[in-house]
């Protein structure tokens, strides 16, 4: 491992570690699972095809 990957684990590590970041991550998870998610049939022409 170099020291630039060590560093970037930390960060990863610090990111994660975050009360708030884990927080809207369950929030996420849990929209998912409710079944309110947002379907993007064409990413190549995002707000027109939105629904």
């Not at 560093?7 to 570690?17: L, V, W």
């Not at 929030?27 to 049939?41: F, H, L, M, Y």
């Amino acid at each position: 491992m170099t020291s630039a990957e060590k560093i970037d684990q930390n960060e990863t590590d610090d990111y994660f570690a975050n009360p708030l970041v884990i927080e809207a991550i369950e929030r996420g998870k849990a929209d998912i699972e409710a079944g309110r998610v947002t379907t993007i049939p064409d990413p190549k022409n995002i707000w027109d095809t939105i629904q």
